[in-house]
Every structure is written in C-alpha cells, then in structure tokens.
C-alpha cells in the first residue's frame, strides 16, 4: 500500500486541523491505520490508531480527548482532527499502515507501511 499525507500546516496555540493520508495500491480496509509524529532530535512516537472498520481507536494519553482518528473506507482515507493544538504539537506527522490491531501504544518499528510526513507546527 502507498500512503500519501497532507493538511499540516501553521496554526495558532488552540487552533484545529486535519490531517488526511490517502492510500493506494491496495485493499484500504484490510489495513489498520495509525498515526505518528516526530518532533526535532526526538523518536518517532505513536498518536493513533483505527482498526479495520472504524469501530475501534486508541490514542496516546498526551493527545486524548483532543485529537480524533477516522477512517473512510470507501475514500481510501484516514484522518487525524486536530483540536486544541498546543506548541508541544509541533512534529511532523506520518500515517502508518498495518495489518494487525492493537488497542495499546506502538513503536514504529511494528508499522510496516509508512507515508511522507506532513508538518504541524503550532504557534505560542
């Protein structure tokens, strides 16, 4: 499967976005899908994941309550709402793919399939 992200952007502390990864090349609903971010001189950490339908999602206990994963199979796309922003947002962000799901924090090195990053930046 290839994974192409984009929405990042510039944004105020507070403000919103959306990320959107669009995938081809493959079945888009037989992958999980999930999101990291790296910020600079740090690792790549996990945000999100989305099982196969949409019924099921985990988030990272720093993004809880205000950052919202969803998936539309029938548009090949993943998304990432982005509410409440703060400067520690800042990252690149990266959408993932996978073909087993876990409702838990993930390293990237269990994601198999990744796209290019999309970068948020968030303003003080």
């Known amino acids: 499967v290839q994974l192409q992200a984009s929405g990042g952007g510039l944004v105020q502390a507070g403000g919103s976005l959306r990320l959107s990864c669009v995938a081809s090349e493959g079945t888009f609903s037989s992958y999980v899908m999930g999101w990291f971010r790296q910020a600079p001189g740090k690792e790549r950490e996990f945000v999100s994941v989305i099982n196969w339908s949409g019924s099921s999602t985990y988030y990272a206990d720093s993004v809880k309550g205000r950052f919202t994963i969803s998936r539309d199979n029938a548009k090949n796309t993943v998304y990432l709402q982005l509410n409440n922003l703060k400067p520690e947002d800042t990252a690149l962000y990266y959408c993932?793919?996978?073909?087993?799901?876990?409702?838990?924090?993930?390293?990237?090195?269990?994601?198999?399939?990744w796209g290019q990053g999309t970068q948020v930046t968030v303003s003080s």
């Open positions: 993932a793919g996978n073909t087993f799901y876990r409702r838990r924090p993930s390293m990237a090195y269990e994601w198999p399939y």
